[in-house]
């Protein structure tokens, strides 16, 4: 029991700092870029590369300053002074300076929620079947297992850098050389938007880390802690009958529901750009994905450990082989259910953001399609690609090491 106490601290450390981290990317504060020289052509300093935050305080603006007079500039472009003086280019707006804490963000709620997952198991097993729970995890070999799960993940991402490239070369630019700047962060500015795309991808990505970090990680605890606890009991029954409702109900049909009940008719709760209190936008959003997601992932577990019927079995007593030999076996096979859900999560938030208006991924992506601004949507994928199959190359590895089994 104290082996599934500390796993449980740890998941809940892990979590935790995952929503710190993600919050702390969220934060935004004004900004300002200075360019001064002399001549007829007032030039804006280089910008583009902040890390603007476009899609909750809107894009950076300008003023050029000369001889006691301002200017005001609708965009932010070469201005034509009257005659050659000493000018000064202001470019000033809102930045998010720890937008990067939202990568470490998003592979420390995998870790967690998976090292969760198992912490469950082990408790439950430990408080209904005392010391039988202890055994002997036959595994293979961890470096084996390490070689084949990495060697899978580089053909996944080969896979996308392939539709990159490809991507690259039907719109006339030079695929390699684009593709380099991808990896290197530098993707190029974005038709659009004006600024960096490698700064709007970063920007996005840091409140589609804070929606993902809340609702994944309260989804796999809290279902695997529910299901396994009441194996035996009636919550178990209760989630098997819950599979239905993520069966049925999609996200984004629940978010357009919650969408219109909560906020245009009984307007208790806002939806877009937060401005003000966060959480307050968050509620819809994780409504939305996580009453879903119980059901299916309940569905997964409850389904996976009484695939038979324990009644046949005759000699041991009904809990020994139902929290040793069948969640035993169970727990293996929800390794890729875990990671599978995390994909999927994050491909449900895409569409839920888009409805709601959250500052995330999904809201980048639908404004860079609808205007044509490939280089985002290309920028997105890559992203979006390189995370999923990381965080799944970094749960297989970490599973393997905490229960050897899935080595075999």
Request: charged content about 10%; overall charge positive.
């Amino acid at each position: 029991m104290r082996v599934g106490l500390s796993l449980i601290l740890v998941s809940l450390v892990l979590i935790i700092s995952s929503i710190v981290l993600a919050f702390i990317s969220i934060q935004s504060t004004y900004f300002e870029v200075v360019g001064f020289s002399y001549g007829s052509v007032a030039v804006p300093p280089s910008y583009g590369s902040y890390p603007w935050a476009i899609l909750t305080h809107g894009e950076p603006k300008a003023e050029v300053y000369f001889n006691s007079t301002t200017i005001y500039l609708n965009k932010i472009e070469n201005y034509s002074l009257p005659y050659r003086t000493y000018y000064v280019y202001v470019v000033y707006g809102y930045v998010q300076p720890y937008a990067y804490l939202s990568i470490f963000s998003l592979f420390l709620v995998s870790v967690g929620s998976l090292i969760g997952f198992k912490a469950s198991v082990l408790y439950f097993q430990s408080l209904k079947i005392g010391d039988l729970v202890r055994g002997y995890a036959v595994g293979g070999s961890l470096r084996r297992y390490i070689l084949k799960r990495g060697s899978s993940s580089l053909i996944s991402l080969f896979l996308v850098f392939l539709v990159v490239y490809i991507l690259e070369f039907l719109h006339g630019r030079n695929a390699f050389l684009s593709l380099v700047h991808f990896l290197s962060f530098n993707a190029g500015v974005s038709g659009y938007f004006g600024v960096s795309v490698s700064s709007l991808i970063l920007t996005s990505l840091s409140y589609t880390s804070f929606l993902l970090s809340i609702t994944f990680g309260s989804t796999v605890y809290l279902t695997s802690f529910l299901s396994v606890y009441g194996l035996t009991g009636k919550i178990g029954r209760v989630l098997s009958y819950w599979k239905y409702v993520g069966t049925a109900l999609a996200s984004w049909v629940l978010a357009i529901v919650l969408l219109y009940v909560f906020h245009f008719f009984l307007h208790i709760f806002p939806y877009g750009s937060p401005s003000g209190n966060v959480f307050s936008y968050v509620v819809m959003p994780f409504l939305s994905l996580f009453f879903p997601f119980v059901g299916i992932y309940s569905n997964r577990l409850l389904k996976a450990v009484f695939k038979n019927d324990v009644y046949f079995m005759k000699g041991l007593d009904s809990k020994i082989i139902i929290y040793r030999h069948y969640l035993g076996n169970a727990s293996v096979l929800m390794l890729s259910s875990i990671s599978s859900a995390f994909m999927e999560m994050l491909v449900a938030e895409l569409l839920v953001e888009g409805i709601f208006g959250w500052p995330g991924f999904g809201e980048l992506l639908k404004i860079a399609v609808f205007n044509g601004d490939y280089k985002v949507v290309e920028g997105v994928m890559l992203t979006y690609s390189t995370i999923e199959v990381l965080s799944s190359f970094i749960t297989d590895v970490i599973y393997g090491i905490i229960d050897p089994r899935v080595t075999r």
